[in-house]
């Protein structure tokens, strides 16, 4: 069974663009979260989403923005890039039917960098 | 807001020695997760501990849930150049979010 798929791998862009980050989750799972990861730091939550709908966010600016589409699978979006959104963004997928107390399935990630 | 606080930041150690990680949240949790991340890798999952003073084991690893489900503790014992990475605590208060502490990054010489 494939694992979490993740892309782009890799992403350059430079300040004011916007990006498009894609992520599918496990096949039978109906959640995906995704975490912002800088260099040397944990995972900061951005987003939870269950059968398409937003179940959690975290403390970041409008600039991010996610969607679930009927498969699944799932889009974050970052409008007007700053440099400090240069980091490793990951997606994690879980079943959804135990809210938070589910084992999180990280995927390899997208490394943004922006310039 | 929630936060999960890990020390220490880092730990080198001798193959052989043991290493521990200490975790603590500023509000209780309903649950504890541990991952761990390698070298340009990405966390997988370890263990959960859900009850008050839970202690679970796999292997060499030891993993402990405090009494007043705050605090959570690591333990490797013997330690081997296969467990390096960093260690990550994750906490969750009963919603949605699932909050990393910031990690214990484990260095091993041979």
């Known amino acids: 069974d494939a694992g979490v798929t993740q892309s782009p791998t890799h992403l350059i862009k430079t300040r004011g663009q916007q990006v498009t980050l894609r992520c599918s989750p496990i096949?039978?799972?109906?959640?995906v979260s995704w975490y912002q990861q800088v260099l040397g730091q944990g995972p900061q939550f951005i987003f939870q989403?269950?059968?398409?709908?937003?179940?959690g966010r975290g403390n970041f600016p409008d600039r991010f923005s996610a969607r679930q589409f009927p498969n699944y699978s799932s889009e974050l979006n970052v409008n007007a890039l700053l440099l400090g959104d240069s980091a490793l963004y990951l997606c994690?997928?879980?079943?959804?039917?135990?809210?938070?107390?589910?084992?999180?399935?990280f995927g390899s990630g997208t490394q943004l960098s922006v310039l | 807001g929630q936060q999960v606080m890990q020390i220490p930041q880092y730990q080198h150690v001798q193959e052989g020695e043991d290493f521990t990680t200490y975790c603590n949240s500023s509000?209780?949790?309903?649950?504890i997760q541990w991952y761990k991340q390698r070298p340009g890798g990405h966390p997988v999952f370890l263990i959960q501990?859900?009850?008050?003073?839970e202690v679970k084991k796999q292997k060499r690893l030891t993993f402990q849930f405090g009494e007043a489900k705050k605090n959570s503790s690591l333990h490797i014992t013997a330690t081997q150049t296969t467990d390096v990475g960093t260690y990550f605590c994750?906490?969750?208060?009963?919603?949605?979010?699932?909050?990393f502490g910031a990690g214990t990054r484990l260095f091993v010489k041979a």
């Open positions: 994690a997928s879980s079943l959804g039917n135990r809210g938070g107390s589910e084992k999180l399935f």
């Open positions: 096949s039978g799972h109906k959640s």
């Open positions: 989403y269950y059968e398409k709908e937003e179940r």
């Open positions: 509000t209780t949790l309903s649950n």
């Open positions: 501990l859900v009850k008050s003073g």
């Open positions: 994750a906490g969750n208060t009963g919603g949605f979010k699932t909050i």
